[in-house]
């Protein structure tokens, strides 16, 4: 089933931006996924968490505008050769994502390094969906979230939040 979340950045106080994300958006599989692929390049290549969350905001967002189907699988910009498709762009903002549809945004900020999740709910006052802050994630090298945990406690609090 198709979870739909948002990979993003946010830099200088500027509003974040992202490209689309189509399965298993949920924290467990995509807040890991983007966490460890900056943890390992870090390690790997021996540079600071906060040159490698550039880096994956190079790969990952500036280079596939598209979006992706499944991170570091399937990008909707090119195909399995890397030939650049010629689909529209699917970079979103807070002003164009639609929280009903991407449960689920992660935005990255290389200069304060963090990972802050924002996760959808439905809000009774407003009658719409809206975004609240599920986490703050500090980016280290030697740390792993739980990330299981990180999940079940946002669920929770957008249940609470729903009802209220
Ligand atoms: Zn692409």
Redesign the pocket.
């Known amino acids: 089933m198709s979870t739909r979340a948002i990979i993003a950045v946010e830099k200088d106080g500027q509003p974040w931006q992202g490209v689309y994300h189509h399965y298993d958006g949920y924290p467990s599989w995509l807040g890991r996924e983007i966490y460890n692929a900056i943890q390992t390049d870090a390690e790997m290549n021996d540079i600071s968490m906060r040159e490698a969350t550039y880096r994956f905001v190079m790969k990952t967002i500036t ?4 979006g ?1 189907a499944v991170l570091h699988e399937r ?4 195909d399995a050769d890397n030939t ?2 010629h689909e529209p762009d699917m970079c979103l903002t807070r002003a164009t994502a639609d929280p009903l549809h991407h449960e689920f945004v992660y935005v990255l900020d290389p200069e304060k390094l963090t990972m802050t999740v924002l996760a959808s709910y439905y809000s009774n006052s407003k009658s719409e969906y809206d975004y609240f802050t599920g986490a703050v994630i500090p980016m280290k090298q030697d740390e792993n979230p739980p990330w299981d945990y990180i999940e079940d406690n946002i669920r929770r609090e957008a249940e609470q939040r729903s009802e209220a």
Request: with cysteine.
């Open positions: 280079a596939h505008k598209g992706w990008c909707f910009c090119h650049v498709r």
